[in-house]
């Protein structure tokens, strides 16, 4: 059964800094793997979604890798905003349909 | 619509009580996804349809869960007999088919508390 988990499960960095938070899943057999983003008391906001054929995907200052051999993915967050400050988390997909999530990253922005 | 609406927003069930969660996808939209979203956890798979048709209800914790689309587009979750186990946040997402490598989109979700 697939598993993912999120390290670290919360991170606080100042404003300006270029961060990254880290995504593993245990089967490397995955259809696609994405990241979203959760805003207290809002939905999920998809971020990325990254093919298995694919590297990475690029959208603004996110860049998503991932790295199926090794079971990683990575969000890369350039020049952090406090508007930035959210919850991540990211999902995989093994079965065309069925997202299994890790447990998110709380992120905070510090001005 | 522009995006997936979830209602209500807020829901305050009484230990035993029947509650009802409905979701309107995105128009058009094939696949239809509900989760089930505890504190401080991910988003769990409850159930999946495609159009009216329920193809995996493997996630629903028990049979005092029922999900139906009648018509392939609006959806409904019931709880009976809800318990504060049930005592979570519930999420709806669309996509346009299975397959076609899109992401879903979800809505706001409804959280429901059990007292």
């Known amino acids: 059964k697939q598993e993912v988990t999120q390290i670290p499960a919360a991170l606080s960095v100042p404003e300006g800094e270029n961060l990254v938070l880290n995504c593993s899943f245990t089967d490397s057999a995955i259809y696609n793997l994405q990241w979203f983003r959760q805003d207290p008391g809002k939905g999920l906001t998809s971020l990325l979604l990254?093919?298995?054929s694919q590297r990475e995907q690029t959208s603004g200052r996110l860049n998503a890798s991932l790295d199926k051999s090794s079971g990683r993915s990575t969000l890369y967050i350039a020049a952090s905003q406090p508007g930035d400050s959210a919850t991540y988390l990211c999902a995989s997909s093994d079965s065309n349909y069925q997202l299994i999530w890790g447990a998110g990253t709380k992120l905070i922005i510090k001005p | 619509g522009a995006g997936v609406s979830q209602s209500p927003r807020y829901k305050v069930a009484k230990r035993g009580q029947d509650v009802a969660l409905r979701c309107d996808p995105i128009s058009g939209h094939v696949s239809l996804f509900w989760y089930q979203q505890a504190l401080g956890q991910g988003p769990e798979f409850l159930t999946y349809?495609?159009?009216?048709?329920?193809?995996?209800k493997s996630g629903l914790p028990s049979d005092r869960f029922f999900a139906e689309r009648p018509e392939g587009s609006v959806s409904t979750l019931k709880i009976q007999r809800t318990q504060q186990e049930d005592s979570a946040v519930y999420l709806c997402?669309?996509?346009?088919?299975?397959?076609?490598?899109?992401?879903?989109?979800f809505g706001q979700g409804t959280r429901l508390t059990v007292v």
């Open positions: 349809f495609q159009n009216e048709a329920q193809l995996d």
């Open positions: 997402a669309s996509n346009t088919m299975i397959g076609d490598g899109t992401e879903a989109f």
């Open positions: 990254i093919q298995s």
